[in-house]
């Protein structure tokens, strides 16, 4: 069993930077792929970035390339999100999930990859 608890949301200007930080529960976090994902009101919840498990190969999407970088602590069992020059339209809650097995391009996205979902935690990009 995987536990995942996101945080690090909160309220920042455009422009500004927040760190989102996935604490997982799971003995085998090395073997754990991660994605982050965010949902805004009144939209589908779409893949952000992923971290794949043994090589590490890391994936975004075209909207936060640039701009977000994803990251993995196996020591810590810790992913995270750092998220630079935001935009109001980044404004979402966001979600890891965690996939035993490694991710491609084309898979990470795919929400039903993952196994295990965070609870969520909100980030309001407004001035």
């Known amino acids: 069993q995987v536990a995942l608890v996101e945080s690090g949301g909160g309220a920042v200007q455009p422009g500004g930077s927040l760190r989102l930080s996935c604490a997982a529960s799971a003995p085998t976090f090395d073997y754990l792929s991660i994605g982050w994902f965010r949902q805004a009101p009144g939209k589908e919840r779409e893949g952000v970035s992923g971290?794949?498990?043994?090589?590490?190969?890391?994936y975004y999407s075209d909207s936060v390339k640039g701009r977000f970088t994803i990251s993995r602590d196996s020591a810590k069992k810790m992913a995270y999100l750092e998220m630079n020059s935001l935009k109001p339209e980044d404004t979402a809650v966001y979600y890891c999930a965690a996939a035993f097995g490694k991710l491609s391009t084309g898979v990470w996205t795919m929400q039903s990859v993952y196994d295990y979902w965070g609870q969520g935690t909100q980030v309001i990009v407004s001035s």
């Open positions: 971290i794949s498990s043994s090589d590490g190969s890391t």
